[in-house]
């Protein structure tokens, strides 16, 4: 499948690992948007959250995405975790994975 996740969890494609789990690996964004922008990313292949039932695997998302947050310092400043979702939802990359943003006032508009 041609999927850049998929390829950076087989490690075909390079990526900064900062964190790995049995089933997540978390990843420094390429283009970050954030001073800390990390993403949480399954290593079995869902194209959205809509796809994922495995609610174990969401679980060792989250808390993997928790231990990175606290890894990166901004646990106590604060953080931001985000999924976008289809389309309208912002997502461009169709392996779901989640956002952990923080290193700055996020601000109060969700988008
Ligand atoms: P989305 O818009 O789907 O929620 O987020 C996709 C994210 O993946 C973007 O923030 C983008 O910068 C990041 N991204 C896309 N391709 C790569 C890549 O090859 N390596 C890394 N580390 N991040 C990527
Ligand atoms: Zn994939």
Redesign the pocket.
């Known amino acids: 499948m041609d999927c850049?996740f998929c390829k950076?969890v087989s490690k075909k494609?390079k990526?900064?690992v900062v964190h790995e789990t049995e089933n997540v690996v978390i990843?420094?964004?390429?283009?970050p948007?954030a001073p800390a922008h990390l993403?949480a990313i399954p290593k079995k292949h869902y194209s959205t959250i809509l796809d994922c039932k495995d609610g174990a695997l969401l679980a060792e998302l989250f808390t993997a995405a928790t231990h990175a947050a606290k890894s990166a310092g901004i646990d106590k400043s604060g953080f931001r975790m985000v999924v976008?979702t289809n389309d309208e939802g912002?997502?461009?990359?169709f392996h779901l994975?989640m956002?952990i943003l923080g290193g700055r006032p996020l601000g109060g508009r969700m988008g």
């Open positions: 850049v950076i494609i990526a900064n990843i420094k964004d390429v283009n948007q993403l976008n912002g997502q461009t990359v994975h956002h």
